[in-house]
């Protein structure tokens, strides 16, 4: 399984999780996909997780679900835990 911070090689990709969270028993991970092992890429993709490896997202639906999840953890991260409450 792969957590936040690990950096890993899939698809001949270098990538970094730069976060994870669970939505309906799922393991999902949004990562970003590195230029080089310093330089962070415009690209971004989600990987399940499983016991025995990872998966990459592609269901459109699940990806609107939980993109805002991992928006609304960013800012978590940023501005505390009380991000986006007035």
Known sequence: MIEKDDVFR???KLYVVL????????????CNEMQDEKTFGPNYVV?????????HVEDD??????SPMFTNN???DVYGENAGEE
């Open 10 to 12: 899939a698809e001949d």
């Open 19 to 30: 976060d994870a969270l669970n939505y309906n028993g799922h393991e999902y991970c949004l």
């Open 47 to 55: 990987f399940e997780n499983f016991d025995d490896g990872i998966e």
């Open 61 to 66: 639906d699940l990806l609107n679900t939980i």
């Open 74 to 76: 960013f800012a978590a």
